[in-house]
């Protein structure tokens, strides 16, 4: 049953994506000469190679290029994957990797591959990706011939929850298969990742009320056997991706594809139709709820189509919820919460890039019961949580809180991405268990990353270069006020032990005031 899968390379009907075995850069010649991203997308012209040791092992080859396995040179014990494009091979069809790396550097979900760090030399640009260990959806499909609906259902709701993310930021996946999600690691705890953005398209979400909004997409792109009917006709929006997903859970549970066939014009012509049907033992024990929920996707009438929100109310998604994860997230939430959160919002500007840098080279396991407290929290499914839901979060654990400790929440927003609500990673690095970082070698290896000269102090200068392989520009003046916020009116630099306090000094505080709280309430008793 797995072999029909396996096979889809030969049923692409597009993928501009995949990256091949590459010649060795020279890193000797001056990158600048070449940098095609140079004026529209910022990135490093370090030598990646003098940053990170390479594998000689290829995770995956392609038409432009290859994915290597790849740790930094100062924490051997973080596996990143590293895609390299070459730069020849993608001269006609820049706007397109210009376009992925936008697309990357702006999501933040538990359930999207996490984008680290973008480097160019004269022949390839080299983007650094979150590692996924537990190889690709496929592969597990092909091993156990398909998956119970458990199981199953539990993947979904988190590709869904991604998806939603996704949408509401007016991002078209337009390649959702099984060979793009990976888990992070190996065992059924593994979580699912959505990979390859390479297709993705941006939409004005503003439309999407609106007539135009069904003939904003246009190009036919895509993978044969998940492709909906819509895109070969070349007019359709976001909504394809749920046809796709519907395709993916029909594949999830009999391990075979609705629509199939001996070339690409066969297969098309069923998905044009959108005649399939539920038989074959596989099905003989699949739900009711299950088959109502694959009948509501793949749905040729796009209007009639379930959208992500629909699917993530579905009560299939929602008779198999993991009541372990649950209890573990339920641990993490407490009053204190709210001070740690204000506290993270309100600290400086360089502390919340370093807590990002620590919680980056943390594994899943390590903030797994931070991850499903988010979860938690994050009732709408948006990969957002709002004060709205941390509130009704904490009343339905029975916790009181006061109005106004919300307020010091309210007025750290909008300081950065003038988003009123607090993003995943935001929320991790805020709540993170000090135990995990509050010593001087996580927090030596943390200022390592910034002082990349190795000349023991933070400067304007490491910076800029760091916030450039984070795909970001930054000014000197506002890279100085970071500096003196930490060093004010000194040598505009910040050695380890300047940095050290600033990590340490805002948590001893915080401690302090919590242990307060804690005596009073124990003296109120």
Request: aromatic share 10%.
């Amino acid at each position: 049953m797995g072999c029909i899968l396996s096979g889809t390379k030969t049923n692409q009907v597009v993928n501009i994506s995949i990256p091949p075995t590459l010649p060795k850069s020279s890193s000797n010649t001056s990158p600048r000469k070449h940098s095609f991203l140079k004026d529209e997308t910022t990135t490093s012209f370090s030598d990646i190679r003098k940053i990170y040791k390479f594998d000689p092992k290829i995770l995956g080859s392609g038409h432009f290029g290859t994915v290597r396995l790849a740790s930094l040179f100062s924490n051997l014990n973080k596996k990143y994957a590293v895609k390299t494009i070459f730069k020849e091979k993608v001269k006609k069809d820049l706007h397109l990797l210009r376009r992925e790396l936008e697309i990357l550097k702006t999501l933040d979900h538990p359930n999207i591959v996490k984008f680290y760090e973008v480097y160019q030399d004269e022949k390839f640009f080299h983007l650094v990706m979150e590692y996924c260990s537990g190889g690709e959806l496929l592969q597990r499909i092909v091993d156990q011939r398909h998956l119970n609906e458990k199981e199953a259902s539990l993947i979904m709701k988190k590709i869904f929850s991604a998806t939603k993310y996704l949408h509401e930021r007016g991002i078209c996946h337009r390649d959702l298969k099984p060979e793009n999600f990976l888990f992070s690691h190996k065992g059924k705890d593994g979580e699912v990742k959505i990979i390859d953005f390479g297709l993705s398209k941006q939409y004005d979400t503003s439309t999407l009320d609106s007539e135009s909004a069904f003939r904003e997409l246009k190009t036919v792109v895509g993978t044969a056997l998940y492709v909906a009917p819509e895109v070969l006709k070349g007019k359709y929006d976001f909504r394809c991706d749920n046809w796709s997903l519907g395709v993916v859970t029909y594949v999830l549970l009999s391990g075979n594809p609705p629509f199939f066939g001996e070339n690409n014009k066969d297969i098309f012509l069923k998905v044009m139709k959108g005649r399939y049907f539920f038989t074959g033992p596989e099905w003989k024990n699949v739900s009711k709820q299950a088959r109502d929920f694959i009948s509501k996707l793949i749905c040729v009438d796009v209007n009639k189509r379930m959208g992500s929100e629909q699917a993530l109310n579905h009560p299939w998604l929602n008779t198999n919820t993991s009541e372990n994860d649950l209890t573990e997230g339920k641990k993490v939430i407490e009053p204190k919460i709210i001070n740690l959160i204000k506290n993270f919002r309100g600290a400086s500007v360089l502390k919340k890039v370093a807590m990002r840098i620590i919680v980056n080279n943390l594994s899943e396991n390590e903030i797994k019961n931070l991850r499903e407290a988010f979860r938690l929290i994050d009732k709408d499914n948006s990969g957002m949580i709002s004060i709205d839901e941390l509130k009704k979060v904490l009343e339905d654990l029975g916790y009181q809180h006061k109005e106004e400790d919300f307020q010091g929440i309210m007025q750290t927003f909008n300081e950065e991405t003038g988003e009123e609500e607090i993003n995943y990673s935001e929320f991790i690095a805020a709540t993170l268990d000090k135990k995990i970082y509050l010593n001087r070698e996580k927090l030596f290896a943390a200022f390592k990353h910034f002082d990349i000269n190795n000349t023991g102090t933070i400067t304007v200068d490491s910076l800029k270069e760091v916030m450039a392989r984070g795909g970001r520009k930054y000014t000197n003046e506002v890279l100085e006020d970071w500096i003196n916020a930490i060093n004010s009116g000194r040598n505009g630099k910040i050695n380890f032990e300047e940095f050290y306090e600033m990590m340490r000094n805002e948590e001893i505080q915080e401690i302090k005031e919590e242990e307060s709280e804690n005596h009073t309430e124990e003296h109120k008793t």
